[in-house]
């Protein structure tokens, strides 16, 4: 099926079961909690494992001069010692206009040069893991350094504008910005800095690689198995046939895990050339490096508004950097395209190359930290106007997408500004910085919108019933602790009529049905439909087998009745079973109307009059993000998206050693994300919403939304507390001391 028009209504507007919403138990919990769901590293297969680990450099542009690696072979249990001087032959890197960054092909010890700190420069495997971690250390490598360039600030004059990416442009024009924002009566005009982050996703990355008639089995941790697969098979220049990979547990993607890296491909290459299983995973601090993070960014927004704060011009600028070798850009701009009306519009991106690892997704790319920007300068134009922030947006609600020209879908975020504001108590809130106290704590409110864009991607999916009446679902899918499996489960026991139990969900192996994958909160839309789909085909295969018309069938407790018959599926099944296919593609609702997920957030934080010392209190986002499948799992993805929102508001921040191009603060000791105790109460709710332009479920994306604008909900809250206004994130207590005191005269 392809989502050319409005989804009619279906089955799962039906719900018969009324398992659609229903806060179901993860599937997969007991297995998790009782450790029988085996991520990456703990995989068994294929026989006894060698284990590699990876010695990464300690420079951040150069080349390998020399190295030894006579102590290493000669170390108890090496059984392997490769360098660039030895490593096989593999593709180059790229290409960079590949329509999937995540394919591509990324080559591991191809050459001396070395392009980043953290960069494979040798791989050693051995019998034991702690052989080969012994062993990597007498590895001796005498490196030709080069001259680098690290910091964005510095080299902003060498900013290019990067091609588009992810199919948006990268800049875009409406109207006559200059003269509207010259001409308005009440400006804005500032400038927020957010600081380089990375995943800190808690299952580090790890491979089990081995090969068996010309064919390799890769057990990793990857949210996109096709891509993956197309990278491993671009990479050794091998048929993407003779590469399965396999992610059926997931500790956390985040983003992290959208491409693959070097312990996928050296584990591959050395598995194949001592024909037996190679094990590798990364340390927690090579992973900051290894892997991929968050670019730091530099934000400047513009808003020109009449004294009524009717926006008449609005501008986002956002500079981030790439890898030297790599095209990525931060598009914290993106979300300013559609969230406000205002006829002058004016958003860019420019990157700048810079000798630091490659920057890349990481937790709602682009909105996350854009909208740490545009939501507090919204609040700082709603300050200068004396209007209430919750007043101005309402003020600013656009009938249409303002750049795109089409309507929306459906988009309320009226409904939750409105609903979270009674819910919070917002008319509590003072307006005037500095006027509740709580002991020695400010305590102050502050809102922001969320928005996050709503894709459907191409889909594929298998549906088997068996005579047992059992349905097997098969799908290149993953689950990335999203709830992929137990959402999946619902929607196919809801299609079949079936319980929950009689559904197996088989997913995590790119042998099975093409899927997108889990990325850009695509997923369960995506794989989602597709499954759709594949049982409504089945369904159809059913009724017929029944001798009655589908539309007249209904599907309920393990049978399909219609017409004065009845028949259990297990019996239509027959002894052979019954199979069916589906799949969903992209169409036209997706180019005739602007597709988002919407949110408001509250918080109420305190700040330490004393101290600067900054301490969530509470926090509540209302979303209105389409059907919701599973309301637990739902409003868990929603939390946790809102946590990471204060992790960048307060927390998060790699901090670069401009000397050496690396991060310093490599561990979750020295790279601060929120703990329990950091995070009191945070709920969130979803108002009732159907979306049928989006995909036959109706529903949108809520893997990232809880994120977008959560991070500025908090810095305006600090401001609303102390009345000191940071923009340069994190807002930790050094930069709110100075203010502090000034506000208590000490
Ligand atoms: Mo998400 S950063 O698109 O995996």
């Not at 490593?87 to 980043?116: F, I, K, N």
């Not at 001259?147 to 004059?157: F, I, S």
Request: glycine content about 10%.
């Amino acid at each position: 099926m392809q989502m050319n028009a409005p989804a009619p209504r279906n089955a799962i507007d039906e719900n018969r079961q009324g398992l659609i919403g229903k806060p179901i138990d993860r599937v997969d919990g007991r297995l998790k909690v009782t450790g029988k769901a085996p991520y990456s590293h703990e995989v068994q297969e294929g026989g006894p494992a060698a284990y590699g680990f990876i010695v990464d450099a300690t420079i951040a542009r150069g080349a390998v001069a020399a190295i030894d690696t006579a102590a290493a072979e000669r170390a108890p249990g090496v059984l392997l010692v490769m360098t660039h001087k030895n490593a096989p032959r593999q593709a180059q890197w790229g290409p960079l206009d590949t329509p999937d960054r995540y394919a591509r092909a990324s080559p591991q010890l191809g050459s001396d040069r070395v392009e980043h700190y953290g960069q494979a420069v040798a791989f050693v495997v051995a019998q034991t893991v702690e052989q080969a971690r012994a062993a990597a250390r007498l590895v001796n490598v005498r490196y030709a350094p080069e001259a680098t360039e690290l910091e964005l600030e510095r080299h902003l004059g060498q900013a290019e504008k990067p091609p588009e990416q992810f199919g948006q442009k990268t800049d875009s024009y409406v109207g006559d910005f200059d003269a509207a924002f010259a001409a308005a009566a009440v400006k804005v005009d500032s400038r927020y800095t957010t600081p380089f982050e990375v995943h800190a996703q808690m299952e580090p990355h790890a491979t089990v690689a081995y090969w068996k008639d010309g064919k390799v089995t890769i057990h990793c941790s990857a949210q996109l198995l096709k891509s993956a697969q197309k990278a491993v098979a671009s990479t050794l220049q091998i048929s993407p046939s003779k590469v399965r990979i396999v992610s059926r547990y997931i500790g956390g993607g985040f983003g992290g895990k959208l491409p693959i890296y070097g312990d996928v491909m050296l584990s591959a290459m050395a598995s194949r050339q001592l024909g037996r299983p190679v094990k590798t995973a990364l340390t927690r601090q090579q992973m900051f490096h290894f892997t991929t993070h968050r670019s730091n960014t530099i934000q400047r927004i513009r808003l020109g508004a009449g004294a009524d704060g009717v926006l008449t011009a609005i501008a986002h600028e956002t500079w981030s950097h790439s890898a030297r070798f790599d095209n990525f850009f931060e598009n914290a701009s993106m979300q300013t395209r559609s969230l406000y009306a205002a006829p002058n519009r004016l958003t860019t991106h420019r990157s700048v190359k810079l000798d630091l690892p490659i920057s890349d997704s990481t937790r709602a790319p682009g909105e996350a930290v854009g909208m740490m920007a545009l939501e507090q300068a919204i609040d700082e134009l709603a300050e200068k106007l004396a209007i209430d922030p919750i007043e101005l947006r309402l003020r600013n609600e656009p009938a249409k997408d303002p750049e795109l020209g089409v309507p929306y879908s459906t988009r309320n975020l009226v409904g939750c500004l409105q609903e979270g504001a009674k819910r919070f108590g917002w008319a509590a809130r003072k307006a005037k910085p500095a006027s509740t106290t709580d002991g020695r704590w400010w305590v102050g409110m502050g809102v922001a919108a969320a928005t996050r864009g709503n894709l459907l991607m191409p889909s594929k999916c298998l549906v088997a019933l068996d005579r047992n009446g059992t349905l097997t679902v098969r799908m290149a899918m993953t689950d990335i602790g999203t709830g992929s499996y137990t959402v999946f489960t619902q929607v196919a026991a809801e299609m079949l009529g079936l319980p929950m139990e009689r559904v197996r969900m088989e997913l995590g192996d790119s042998e099975f049905p093409d899927t997108p994958g889990s990325g850009g909160s695509f997923g369960a839309a995506s794989a989602g439909s597709g499954l759709f789909d594949a049982c409504t085909q089945l369904r159809a295969k059913l009724a017929r087998r029944l001798g009655v018309d589908v539309a007249a069938a209904s599907f309920e407790g393990g049978r399909v009745s219609g017409a004065s018959r009845s028949d259990s599926l297990a019996a239509l099944a027959g002894a052979v079973g019954l199979e069916a296919t589906g799949e969903v593609k992209p169409g036209t609702m997706a180019k005739q109307y602007s597709q988002q997920a919407y949110g408001a957030h509250f918080a109420e934080v305190g700040v330490n009059m004393d101290s600067g010392e900054v301490k969530l209190r509470r926090m509540l986002g209302v979303f209105a993000a389409g059907r919701i499948l599973n309301d637990k799992m739902a409003r868990s993805q929603a939390t946790g998206a809102m946590i990471w929102g204060v992790g960048s508001a307060l927390f998060e921040d790699a901090v670069l050693d401009p000397r050496f191009g690396c991060f310093v603060n490599n561990d979750l000791a020295g790279y601060h994300v929120p703990c329990h105790a950091d995070i009191p109460a945070v709920e969130a709710h979803f108002l009732q919403e159907v979306d049928d332009k989006t995909n036959p479920l109706k529903i949108k994306g809520v893997g990232e939304l809880g994120v977008c604008g959560a991070g500025g909900a908090v810095a305006n809250a600090v401001y609303n507390a102390c009345g000191v206004r940071v923009r340069d994130f994190p807002i930790t207590l050094d930069k709110l001391l100075s203010g502090v005191g000034r506000l208590t005269g000490e």
